[in-house]
């Protein structure tokens, strides 16, 4: 089955350093979500990509989803502590039927802690 | 404006009693309506996901049910609670037309003892 794969699994970082969090799957993907979430909280929707090469950015946080639909980054320029939380990237799988389906696999989540 | 809204927040329930978590959205219609759960170490799974009134489709087998009465509400249920059952329970939306953003609501803590 498709799983995607979150990396690193925590992170603690120093206010002001930036930071990558990447995303990756084994096949192509039809879209590919962000959502930041804090423990025992919903998920806040972030960014969202659908084509290869694509680019998005929201205040200091840019996600890219790479040319191969397969893999994606979040960069967080001078993070602040209102950054830290849990960063979630999901997935709707072509391999879910016709894919668009909004059925998203979800990878296990990047721990985000930043230190003032 | 669109949103979200699940109740009740926080649940404790002893094993063998019934679940009912409701999820209702507001603002648009015919949403597709998806229900995941976040158990400690294991991600987010989907359990339920629907495209209509009384149209659910069952992801993963288990012990509980949806059901969708009417256009922009989703119930979770279950007759007798498992202590597996315990978990963060996620309702989400998504507007079909236009876009395909997928929110989530605040969520509704699940504890069977």
């Known amino acids: 089955s498709q799983e995607l794969e979150q990396s690193p699994q925590s992170l603690i970082v120093q206010e002001g350093k930036n930071l990558t969090i990447n995303c990756t799957s084994s096949?192509?993907?039809?879209?590919l979500y962000w959502y930041k979430q804090k423990y025992g909280e919903g998920l806040i929707f972030l960014m969202m990509l659908q084509k290869g090469g694509e680019e998005k950015s929201h205040e200091k946080i840019t996600a890219k989803l790479d040319e191969k639909k397969q893999q994606s980054s979040l960069h967080i320029t001078a993070s602040q502590p209102s950054h830290a939380g849990i960063y979630l990237c999901?997935?709707?799988?072509?391999?879910?039927?016709?894919?668009?389906?909004?059925?998203?696999?979800f990878g296990q989540g990047t721990t985000l802690q930043v230190k003032p | 404006s669109q949103t979200i809204h699940q109740w009740p927040a926080t649940l404790v329930q002893p094993v063998g009693s019934p679940l009912s978590l409701e999820c209702t959205v507001e603002?648009?219609?015919?949403?597709?309506l998806y229900w995941y759960r976040q158990a400690a170490g294991r991600g987010l799974q989907l359990l339920f996901y629907s495209v209509g009134i009384g149209q659910i489709s069952s992801e993963v087998p288990q012990n509980l049910s949806a059901s969708r009465p009417q256009d922009r509400q989703f119930i979770l249920s279950s007759k007798k609670l498992l202590l597996s059952d315990s978990g963060f329970y996620l309702c989400?939306?998504?507007?079909?037309?236009?876009?395909?953003?997928?929110?989530f609501g605040e969520g509704s803590w699940l504890t069977v003892v």
């Open positions: 096949k192509t993907l039809y879209g």
């Open positions: 999901g997935a709707d799988p072509i391999s879910r039927g016709s894919g668009n389906t909004g059925k998203l696999i």
């Open positions: 989400a939306w998504r507007r079909v037309l236009n876009g395909n953003t997928i929110y």
């Open positions: 603002g648009t219609s015919n949403p597709n």
